[in-house]
C-alpha cells in the first residue's frame, strides 16, 4: 500500500489513497468525528502498534482484501492510530490489546470493540452487522466501551482504594507458577513491584513468594546470547513470544533490581548485566535514545527455519542468517522509562556503567524532545526511521500527554536521588509545570492531553503523575504537590473503573502503598564534596526502602554539626543523627515498625 506522509497537522488529517485499492484511513482527530456524523456513517477505529505481530497480519492480510476495502470505504470513516505515537489513545483501547478494533456509531457512541486479528471472511461478517444495524437503527450502546472522567472525585479512604487494587491483583494472581493470566506478560513491573514492597513494608511472606516466584518465571524469558528478555511466554515459562520490546526490557531492569538488592544473588546482578548488553548492541539509536521493540519475524534467508530453531542458534549463526527487524520509533514516554529502569539498577549494583546510560538517554531527550514551553514531544522522527516498513501512517505532532510527562517526571527524580545534582530537581520542577497545564483544577486529576474529544482520566497514568506530584511535595515542602497527587487519585480510581481495570493496577497499586504508608527521607547535611557526606549518601542509595526520598540539606530543619550527618525521618518521628555510612540500613529498619 502506498502511503503518504502527513504534511501539516494543520491539515485534515486524512491519510487517503487515491486508488481504490486501499482503505482510506484517517487520523484519529475531531474532523474524523464530525465527517462521521455530517456523512450518517459509522466509524471503525483499528489501534495497534509497530511490535504487534497480529497487527502486522491483520494488516498485510485483511485491509488489503477487496472485499473488506470495498465495505469500509462505502460505509464508514475509518480511523488507524498508533498506540504508541497516540498514548492517550493507546491506553483508551488497551483493554482490547492489540490490535483493537472498535465500532462507533455516528454520534460518536461506541457499539463493538473487538480485540485481535480477524481474517477478511470473519470480519466481513462483522463488517456487514454493522452496516445493517446501523440502517436498521438497531445498534446499541456497548456496555464496555471506554470509560470517560469521574464525574466527581471518590471520597472513600486512600487505604479503601488501596484494598481494592489489592484484592483485585491478589486474586487474579497464579499462585501455581507466578504472574497472572496464562500468558506471562512482561509489560509493567509494577504489578510485580507491589508485592516486595508488601513484603517489605508488612513483612508480608506471601507477598515476597509471588514476588519471587514471578521473577524467576520471568527469568526464563531472557536471551543468553544477544541477551534481553522476550516479551511474553504462554501455557508456562518455556513457551516464548520470540520478541523483544523496550517497555519489556525496562520492567526487566526494575524487578531484577529488586530482587538482587533484595536477596545478594548473582544470578540477578548478571540478568541486569545481559539486558543492558541487549540495548546497547541492539535498540541504541545514533541519538542514545532507544528503539521501540526487536520483532518477532525471521529474516529472509531462514528460508524453512522456524523463530525458535532461529534463537537457538550461537551469535555467529544467527548473523550469517541475518538479524531481525527493529522499529527504529523512538518513544519519549518509553525512553523516560528506561532512565528509571537504568537508576534502579545503578541502585542496586553501583555500577556506574547504569548510570552513565541513564545520563545520555536524559540528556538526549531533552536535547531532541523538549519543546520551547517546556514539554516534551513523544515522538519525532529520526535518520534511521523506516516508513515503508510501518504498519501505521506516521504523525507527528506536538500535543502534551500526560503518559509521557509523567514517566519524565520520575526519571528526573530517580537522577535526582541518584546523583544530587540539582539539574534533574530542575527538570522535574518544569514537569510538575507540564501537569498543572493537563489538571482539572475543578475535580482535581489530570486529563490524557490537552487536546482530546472526550474527556478521559487514564488510571495508570494519573497513578504515575501522582506518585511523582507526592515524591516532589516531599522534596520541596510544597503540600500543593501532595495535595494535587492525593486528588488524582480520587479523581481517577472511581470504584466501577478500578474493578474494570483488573491487574492493570500496578502503578495504583504502588501509588496508594506510598501514599497510605507515606514517605521516609533520608537529609545528609553537610557538604556533598565531603567524602563523609559522600559515604552517607552511598549508603541510603544502597538501601531498600521503596518510600525513599533522598537528598543533601542545607542546615535549617537540622541542626549544623561539626561532622555530616543522615537524619531519616517520616511524617510522625526523625532519628537522631547518623554519621557513620554503616548504621545507615539499621537505622532505616526502625522505621518499618513505626
Keep these: 500500500m502506498k502511503k503518504y506522509m502527513l504534511l501539516s497537522i494543520m491539515l485534515f488529517n ?16 475531531q474532523q474524523a468525528f464530525d465527517k462521521a456524523r455530517e456523512l450518517n456513517k459509522p466509524m471503525l477505529i483499528n489501534v495497534g502498534h509497530e511490535g504487534c505481530m497480529a497487527c502486522r497480519w491483520m494488516k498485510e492480510d485483511t485491509f488489503t482484501h477487496p472485499e473488506i476495502i470495498e465495505l469500509v470505504n462505502a460505509n464508514f470513516i475509518a480511523v ?59 445498534l446499541e450502546p456497548d456496555q464496555l466501551a471506554p470509560y470517560s472522567a469521574p464525574s466527581k472525585p471518590r471520597d472513600t479512604p486512600l487505604t479503601k482504594i488501596r484494598d481494592q487494587v489489592r484484592f483485585q491483583l491478589d486474586d487474579s494472581f497464579d499462585d501455581k507458577l507466578g504472574g497472572w493470566g ?49 516479551y511474553e511466554s504462554f501455557g508456562n515459562w518455556d513457551e516464548l513470544i520470540l520478541e523483544k520490546r523496550l517497555e519489556t526490557q525496562v520492567a526487566a531492569l526494575q524487578i531484577f533490581a529488586t530482587a538482587y538488592k533484595l536477596t545478594g544473588e548473582k544470578r540477578f546482578e548478571k540478568a541486569l548485566v545481559n539486558i543492558q548488553r541487549y540495548l546497547n548492541d541492539h535498540l541504541k539509536s ?44 523512538l518513544y519519549t514516554d518509553l525512553n523516560a522509562r528506561i532512565v528509571s529502569g537504568l537508576m534502579h539498577a545503578y541502585e542496586t549494583t553501583g555500577n556506574k556503567d547504569y548510570l552513565a546510560m541513564g545520563l545520555r538517554t536524559a540528556d ?8 520551547k514551553d517546556g514539554s516534551f514531544v513523544q515522538f519525532k522522527q529520526n535518520a534511521e526511521f523506516k516508513h515503508n516498513e510501518r504498519i501505521h501512517e506516521v504523525l507527528e505532532n506536538e500535543a502534551v500527554y500526560l503518559r509521557p510527562h509523567a514517566y519524565l517526571g520520575l526519571a528526573f527524580l530517580d537522577l535526582y536521588q541518584a546523583t544530587a545534582d540539582v539539574r534533574w530537581l530542575h527538570q522535574a520542577e518544569g514537569i510538575v509545570k ?73 502503578n495504583l497499586a504502588l501509588t496508594t502503598e506510598l501514599l497510605t504508608v507515606g514517605y521516609l527521607e533520608f537529609s545528609i547535611v553537610g557538604d556533598a564534596n565531603d567524602p563523609a557526606s559522600q559515604a552517607l549518601f552511598d549508603s541510603a542509595r544502597r ?20 561532622k555530616p550527618a543522615m537524619y531519616i525521618c517520616n511524617v510522625q518521628a526523625c532519628s537522631a543523627p547518623i554519621y557513620k555510612a554503616e548504621n545507615v540500613a539499621a537505622e532505616a529498619r526502625k522505621f518499618l515498625n513505626l
Design 364 to 371: 538526549a531527550l531533552i536535547r531532541t524532545r523538549k519543546v
Design 182 to 230: 496464562s500468558n506471562k506478560i512482561l509489560e509493567h513491573a509494577e504489578p510485580i513491584l507491589q508485592y516486595a514492597h508488601r513484603a517489605h513494608l508488612e513483612n508480608d511472606t506471601l507477598a515476597k513468594q509471588r514476588f519471587m516466584k514471578t521473577v524467576n518465571g520471568f527469568m526464563h524469558h531472557l536471551d543468553p546470547v544477544w541477551g534481553g528478555v522476550f
Design 434 to 506: 507540564v501537569l498543572y497545564s493537563l489538571q482539572d483544577n475543578q475535580l482535581g486529576g489530570f486529563f490524557g492531553t490537552t487536546k482530546q474529544i472526550v474527556p478521559r482520566k487514564p488510571l495508570e497514568d494519573n497513578a504515575v503523575a501522582a506518585r511523582f506530584m507526592y515524591l516532589m511535595g516531599v522534596l520541596m515542602k510544597k503540600d500543593e504537590y501532595t495535595l494535587a497527587a492525593e486528588r488524582a487519585i480520587r479523581a481517577s480510581a472511581a470504584k466501577d473503573i478500578v474493578e474494570r481495570e483488573g491487574r492493570i493496577t500496578g
Design 14 to 29: 486524512t491519510v487517503a489513497m487515491a486508488a481504490d485499492n486501499a482503505i482510506h484511513w484517517q487520523a484519529w482527530s
Design 286 to 329: 545514533e541519538s542514545e535514545l532507544f528503539f521501540a521493540s526487536q520483532q518477532a519475524n525471521l529474516p529472509e534467508l531462514s528460508n524453512s527455519m522456524s523463530l525458535i530453531e532461529y534463537y537457538e542458534l550461537d551469535d555467529k549463526h544467527r548473523r550469517t542468517i541475518g538479524i531481525p527487524s527493529i522499529d527504529h520509533s
Design 543 to 562: 538501601v531498600y526502602e521503596p518510600r525513599k526520598v533522598q537528598h543533601y540539606e542545607a542546615p535549617g530543619r537540622y541542626p549544623k554539626r561539626n
Design 80 to 138: 488507524q492510530v498508533d498506540s504508541e505515537m497516540r498514548p492517550d489513545i493507546g491506553e483508551r483501547y488497551s483493554d482490547w490489546a492489540w490490535p483493537a478494533t472498535a465500532f462507533n456509531k455516528p454520534d460518536g457512541t461506541q457499539v463493538l470493540a473487538i480485540r485481535g486479528n480477524r481474517k477478511a471472511e470473519n470480519f466481513s461478517v462483522i463488517l456487514n452487522k454493522i452496516i445493517e444495524g446501523h440502517r436498521a437503527g438497531t
